[in-house]
Structures are given as structure tokens and as C-alpha cells.
């Protein structure tokens, strides 16, 4: 038998336990059979036979419970019942348990809230299509709003080659007035290329078509979901009907998937909800100095946001030159600001230094729960010094002052998970500003590791120095 | 037998099994008649040690087994000796020899 063999046996109480029972089964029957023939032999009616054979294999049970308790030996490494003692331990001292469990509670909890927070607003992509193409129009200065006028916009189209779309949308209030009650809402007017642009894909009906916005009037709409939830009951004949916005009637085209919104829908706290064709006419001559226009493209596959802003720059110096613009009216400090860092320059920052912070807390935690243990260990010498005369290795000592320690960094995990997500709900519900993609606040796999993993790192910051000093008795 | 049976001394089950199954395959059963015909009669297997103790044998790699039909066509499990198990035996036989000579020599002190 080959060492690969000898591994497979040892790992097959893991990996296929009911193959060896069943092995073991057979095996023990094969016995029983063999007793019986040998009984048969010696001059005994079958009945007899058998009941001798049971009589004597009286210990067929019990062997294969010690094989079966082998089994879960190897299984456990013998950590169940040192899991049994912990808790066992825990529980005769229910202060001290509590204590340390509510300090590693707040660590954890803390670290784990903020890196819920880090994933959902930083780590996650952005809801869009290849969102790291897109690209808005801005001005250096960011902390201003950008708008820009419409005839930028056709100028960019006609002029810059780096982007594959070039669309607008602003903002404006509506009031809704058709059936029920009046209700005024985040209108925004969009190019017909806008939504696609993004990559939205519609729940009911479909986009804008690009006759609709050249016709100007506001005959047609888009509903975002709540909206359509909200006002008309998540009806999906609405596609079709006529809305009052306004006073002017619109028919219905489309309604949007629930989690969509606007890019810089993120830092308001109601999206916008209705949605109109731009209506720009290009064939107009379009004024340079009515800004009211936040553009944004998606770029060609080969281009970066440097190219692009250099050729928008370039564009720009040109009309310049030209003398089609004036100086003022077009000031060069353009960029093409991909959309990540205008949403998350302003809270990448504060969320880091969060994070830091939060760590620190842990460590803290960490650290007096390793003295409240050094604190009680030392009571336990005349224990220690019982276990190790038995015959403990200093190895084991140390596993199972590990172990218990696991046991309360569990409980303090169960708890500052659980504190941490009831914690976020209660800040996304109450801060006025929704924060940046912060929506849904749920526990899944990757906190669940996040929260596994300190679990284990507290285990063993708060644990190994006590466990380790209480193990060399012989030293002190 | 004349002689009672005995359990098996504390701590030889596993060199004795090493022992029966270093000569052919043999399957449990056959493993625990085989000690106690060639023990004289002198030691019965219990076969709730029997079993356990195959199992550690075979997870310290000392014997492998493998299922085979016996003269009668029934499934048993057999079980032989490795490699490992080949040197195992034979320096269980040395610290044997040796100990029960040192015991003897105790015995056999007088006064």
C-alpha cells in the first residue's frame, strides 16, 4: 500500500462515511455467519446456533460503536469534546462570559458594519453596463454640479472621437395629477440615447426611440418602479396609457427594474422617477450659455478617460480658436471623470480612515479580553498543574484554552454580526442623506467569511499569548 | 482445550494480527481463529478489540485490506500486510523478544 492509500484511509471517516459503515456492516454480518456455521458444526439446531453466535458476538454492537467513535475521532481530531468542556467551562462562569463576549461583540460587530458598508458603496461594481466605461462630462472643480449646454453636447458628438455615445439628461420637478392624489415628483429629461447609454434594460414596454425625442412635445414617458408601484399599483397594462404631468398628457412606453437609478441619483434621497425625451432639436441653433445639461458618454473600447478628456479638451481649444466660443462661456477645465471617482471621491476617504478606525477598536477588544482571560487563567494554576501531572501535553493545553476561546469569539461573532446588520438598518433608515448604494443592508457569504475570518484572528490575538503562558507552568 | 481462554495481553493484539495476516490475506473472522488455534486455545479475540484494532492498523498504514469472495463464494474483507507494516512487525518482535527476556530475567532473580 502506497502512502497515497494510507492517506485515503484516513480521510475516508470524512469523505465516505457511509461506504465504511456499510464495509463495516457487512463485515460484522460475514463474522456472525462464520459463528453460526461453526455452531452448526459442532451439532446445534440452527435456532441454537444463532442465539450462541449473538451470545458471543455480544460485543458486535459495541464494536462497531468504538469503530463508529474512531471514526469521529479522526473526524474531530477529539476537538468535540474538548468543544463539550469549553462550553462546559463558559457556562459555570456566566460573568466573565458575558463580559468578554459582549467586548469581542463590539469589536466584530463594528469591524463587520463598516466593511459592509466599505463593500456595498466601494468594492461593488456600479449598477450599469461596463460601468467603467462611462464617463461624465465635468469640470475640474467637482464640488460644483456640471451642467453644460445642449450645444456642447451636439458640438462633442460631431467633434471627439473617443466615445461611442454621447447623451444628457436634467432634472426638474412634476406634478402628476391624473387619477388620485395630485403628487409631485424627480422628473429628469433624458436624449433618447441616455438609458441605453447606461445599460438599462426595461422591466415592462421599452426605451425611448430616437423619433420620440426629436418630436419635442412630451407625448411619451418612462415610470421608474416605485413609481409605478407606488401610483399605479404595479399594473403592467400601464404601458400604453396616458399620464397628466403637469397638465399635459404623455402616454406610457416603458417602466424601469427596481434598483435603477440615475448616476447621480445616488447622493439625492428620492430618485427620479419620471422620465421624458430630451427633445433637444438640433437643427436649431443652440445657445452656448444655457447650461442646464449634465452630459456623459460611454467610451470607445480603445479609449481611456485621459484620451477622452484630452480629446474633449482638444475639441474645445478648437472652437476657441475658431472664435465659435468664447473664452468664458467655455472654459477648457473639462474632463471625462469616470463615473466611479465622481460618486466615490468624496467617501472613499472618510470610509477608509472608518475602517482603520474600527480596527483599532477591535484590537482593543481583543486586548482586554486577553487580560480578563490571563486574569481568570491564573486562578486555574492548581487545574493546569492537575491536567499536565495527568499527562496533558503543553500542546494540548494550549488547543483547548484555544478552543474555548473559539467558543466565546463565536459567541461574540453571532452577536456583532448581528448588532452590526440591525445597526446599519437603523443608520440607512434614519440618516437623511441615503448613503451612496447603501440600500438593502444582508447578511451574505462574503460577510459571513468577513465575520469567519475575525473570528478566528480574535481567537487567536486574544487567546494565544494567555493560552500559551498558562501551558508553561514550569517556567513560572 | 484444557486451557482456559484468555483475552489477548494488553497491548499485542495489533503485533499479533501484524503476525497473521504477514504469513496470507485473511479476513477478520478468520483472523481471530487463526490466533486462537495457534495460540493453543490460549487466547480468544474479543472480536469487539478485533475490529477496532484493524482499523487502526490500517490507518497507520501497517495492513491494507481489500474485499474478496472466500472459498464459498461469500464477500469478505480481507486484510494483508504492507510494506510498513513489514518493518513494523519486525521491530515489535525485537522490543518483544527483548522485554520478555528482561521479564524473565527478573523472574528468574533470586534472592
Known amino acids: 500500500m502506497s502512502w497515497i492509500d494510507g492517506v485515503r484511509e484516513r480521510l475516508r471517516p470524512l469523505l465516505?462515511?457511509?461506504?465504511?459503515?456499510?464495509?463495516?456492516?457487512?463485515?460484522?454480518?460475514?463474522?456472525?455467519?462464520?459463528?453460526?456455521?461453526?455452531?452448526?458444526?459442532?451439532?446445534?439446531?440452527?435456532?441454537?446456533?444463532r442465539r450462541a453466535a449473538r451470545a458471543r458476538m455480544g460485543g458486535a454492537v459495541r464494536s462497531?460503536?468504538?469503530?463508529?467513535?474512531?471514526?469521529?475521532g479522526f473526524e474531530l481530531g477529539g476537538a468535540g469534546q474538548e468543544l463539550r468542556v469549553a462550553v462546559r467551562r463558559l457556562r459555570r462562569r456566566p460573568g466573565f462570559t458575558l463580559v468578554a463576549a459582549l467586548t469581542l461583540a463590539l469589536g466584530i460587530g463594528a469591524t463587520t458594519?463598516?466593511?459592509?458598508?466599505?463593500r456595498s458603496v466601494l468594492i461593488r461594481p456600479l449598477p450599469y453596463h461596463q460601468p467603467d466605461r462611462l464617463a461624465f462630462i465635468w469640470r475640474l472643480d467637482r464640488d460644483v454640479e456640471t451642467w453644460l449646454s445642449a450645444r456642447e453636447l451636439v458640438e462633442y458628438r460631431a467633434a471627439t472621437e473617443s466615445f461611442e455615445e454621447l447623451g444628457a439628461y436634467t432634472d426638474f420637478e412634476i406634478s402628476l395629477t391624473e387619477d388620485g392624489e395630485p403628487e409631485r415628483v424627480l422628473a429628469a429629461a433624458v436624449t433618447g440615447n441616455a438609458?441605453?447609454?447606461?445599460?438599462?434594460?426595461?422591466?415592462?414596454?421599452?426605451?425611448?426611440?430616437?423619433?420620440?425625442?426629436?418630436?419635442?412635445?412630451?407625448?411619451?414617458?418612462?415610470?421608474?418602479?416605485?413609481?409605478?408601484?407606488?401610483?399605479?399599483?404595479g399594473d403592467a397594462g400601464i404601458v400604453g396609457r396616458t399620464i397628466t404631468g403637469d397638465g399635459q398628457r404623455s402616454t406610457v412606453v416603458g417602466v424601469l427594474p427596481p434598483d435603477f437609478r440615475l448616476p447621480l441619483d445616488f447622493r439625492l434621497e428620492r430618485p427620479t422617477e419620471i422620465f421624458t425625451p430630451a427633445a433637444i432639436d438640433e437643427s436649431a441653433t443652440l445657445a452656448w450659455g444655457s447650461r442646464s445639461w449634465f452630459i456623459f458618454g460611454r467610451l470607445t473600447p480603445a479609449t481611456t478617460h485621459e484620451a477622452a478628456t484630452a480629446d474633449i479638451r482638444a475639441a474645445g481649444a478648437k472652437w476657441i480658436e475658431e472664435g465659435v466660443v468664447g473664452e468664458g462661456q467655455m472654459d477648457r477645465g473639462r474632463v471625462a471623470m469616470p463615473l466611479r471617482e465622481l460618486l466615490l471621491a468624496d467617501v472613499r476617504g472618510p470610509l477608509l480612515i472608518l475602517m482603520g478606525a474600527v480596527g483599532?477598536?477591535?484590537?482593543?477588544a481583543c486586548a482586554n479580553v486577553a487580560h480578563l482571560l490571563l486574569a481568570r487563567w491564573g486562578s486555574r494554576r492548581?487545574?493546569?498543574?492537575?491536567?499536565?501531572?495527568?499527562?496533558?501535553?503543553?500542546?494540548?493545553?494550549?488547543?483547548?484554552?484555544?478552543?474555548?476561546?473559539?467558543?466565546?469569539?463565536?459567541?461574540?461573532?453571532v452577536l456583532g454580526v448581528g448588532l452590526a446588520i440591525i445597526g446599519l438598518r437603523a443608520a440607512v433608515a434614519f440618516t437623511p442623506v441615503t448613503l451612496i448604494r447603501m440600500r438593502g443592508v444582508e447578511l451574505d457569504s462574503a460577510v459571513l467569511a468577513f465575520a469567519a475570518i475575525l473570528t478566528v484572528g480574535t481567537t487567536l490575538a486574544a487567546g494565544l499569548v494567555p493560552a500559551l503562558r498558562?501551558?508553561?507552568?514550569?517556567?513560572? | 482445550m484444557t486451557k482456559p481462554a484468555a483475552p489477548v495481553l494488553p497491548g499485542t493484539l495489533e503485533m499479533l494480527i501484524l503476525k497473521v495476516v504477514s504469513t496470507e490475506p485473511e479476513h477478520g473472522w478468520g483472523i481471530g481463529q487463526r490466533l486462537a488455534v495457534v495460540s493453543g486455545g490460549v487466547f480468544e479475540v474479543n472480536q469487539g478489540s478485533l475490529y477496532p484494532a484493524l482499523q487502526r492498523l490500517l490507518r497507520k498504514g501497517w495492513i491494507g485490506s481489500e474485499w474478496r469472495?472466500?472459498?464459498?463464494?461469500?464477500?469478505?474483507?480481507?486484510?494483508?500486510?504492507?510494506?510498513?507494516?513489514?518493518?513494523?512487525?519486525?521491530?515489535?518482535?525485537?522490543?518483544?523478544?527483548?522485554?520478555?527476556?528482561?521479564?524473565q530475567l527478573v523472574l528468574d532473580w533470586a534472592t
Open chain 1, 360 to 364: 483599532f477598536i477591535l484590537l482593543i
Open chain 1, 16 to 49: 465516505d462515511r457511509t461506504g465504511l459503515q456499510a464495509e463495516l456492516d457487512e463485515e460484522l454480518a460475514f463474522h456472525f455467519e462464520r459463528e453460526v456455521e461453526v455452531n452448526l458444526a459442532a451439532g446445534m439446531s440452527p435456532r441454537e446456533a
Open chain 1, 382 to 413: 492548581g487545574e493546569v498543574a492537575v491536567t499536565a501531572a495527568l499527562g496533558a501535553s503543553p500542546l494540548r493545553l494550549v488547543r483547548q484554552y484555544l478552543v474555548e476561546n473559539a467558543v466565546l469569539a463565536g459567541l461574540g461573532a
Open chain 2, 69 to 103: 469472495r472466500t472459498e464459498n463464494g461469500r464477500r469478505a474483507r480481507y486484510y494483508r500486510i504492507t510494506t510498513s507494516g513489514e518493518r513494523q512487525l519486525a521491530q515489535e518482535r525485537e522490543s518483544w523478544a527483548s522485554q520478555v527476556a528482561a521479564v
Open chain 1, 470 to 476: 498558562l501551558s508553561r507552568l514550569d517556567d513560572q
Open chain 1, 64 to 72: 462497531a460503536e468504538r469503530v463508529r467513535a474512531m471514526w469521529r
Open chain 1, 113 to 118: 458594519a463598516v466593511f459592509i458598508l466599505v
Open chain 1, 195 to 233: 438609458l441605453s447609454i447606461l445599460g438599462v434594460r426595461p422591466l415592462h414596454g421599452r426605451l425611448f426611440r430616437p423619433e420620440e425625442d426629436l418630436q419635442g412635445a412630451n407625448t411619451v414617458a418612462i415610470l421608474s418602479y416605485d413609481l409605478w408601484q407606488r401610483r399605479y399599483g
